[in-house]
T-cell receptor, first 111, second 115 residues
């Protein structure tokens, strides 16, 4: 079965620090990649898509490493409001059967 | 534009009871999905649909049925609820296109407890 794996954490990080976490995927045919943010007892919300060339959105940077089959998320100048669970999601083969999600990485930003 | 909505938000069932969860989207999306999320298990795909009148099984379809009679609605049915179906159920929709744009948009979830 296709798999997507993440370190569940929790990552305890002081406010203002930089934090990074990775997500590995097992199927080299995977074609699209996403990071979602999920707050406690809420629905996942798209944080950013991950492009082959890497992409940045404000304090957030996503990278894709196809050779090693992982994606990464870097958060700079972390804020208390960044505390959440971050889910990576992979659409294998671009098929219609949806995204395969990792179990999420729990991030806690401490004041 | 409400996005993806789900009803009900909460429900408590007794073992053996049946119920239907409704998902509605107003974004004219072709694809719709039902996931369940359990502690330590992440999001798992139950069933999905690529268009009106079509459905397909996902990773964990047993004990569930679905219907997509209208493009904007995707129903998830539990015919005889079991305690193992206690979970948070999320509906999602997407518009197929370039792989990188297959973003899924989620509803707020239904919290179901089966006693």
């Amino acid at each position: 079965r296709k798999e997507v794996e993440q370190d569940p954490g929790p990552f305890n990080v002081p406010e203002g620090a930089t934090v990074a976490f990775n997500c590995t995927y097992s199927n080299s045919a995977s074609q699209s990649f996403f990071w979602y943010r999920q707050d406690c007892r809420k629905e996942p919300k798209l944080l950013m898509s991950v492009y082959s060339s890497g992409n940045e959105d404000g304090r957030f940077t996503a990278q894709l490493n196809r050779a090693s089959q992982y994606i990464s998320l870097l958060i700079r100048d972390s804020k208390l409001s960044d505390s959440a669970t971050y889910l990576c999601a992979v659409n294998i083969g671009g098929g219609a059967d949806g995204l395969t999600f990792g179990k999420g990485t729990h991030l806690i930003i401490q004041p | 534009n409400a996005g993806v909505t789900q009803t009900p938000k909460f429900r408590v069932l007794k073992t053996g009871q049946s119920m239907t969860l409704l998902c509605a989207q107003d974004m004219n999306h072709e694809y719709m999905y039902w996931y369940r999320q359990d502690p330590g298990m992440g999001l798992r795909l139950i069933h999905y649909s690529v268009g009106e009148g079509t459905t397909a099984k996902g990773e964990v379809p047993d004990g569930y049925n679905v219907s997509r009679l209208k493009k904007q609605n995707f129903l998830l049915g539990l015919e005889s609820a079991a305690p193992s179906q206690t979970s948070v159920y999320f509906c999602a929709s997407s518009f197929p296109g370039l792989a990188a744009t297959d973003t899924q948009y989620f509803g707020p979830g239904t919290r179901l407890t089966v006693l």
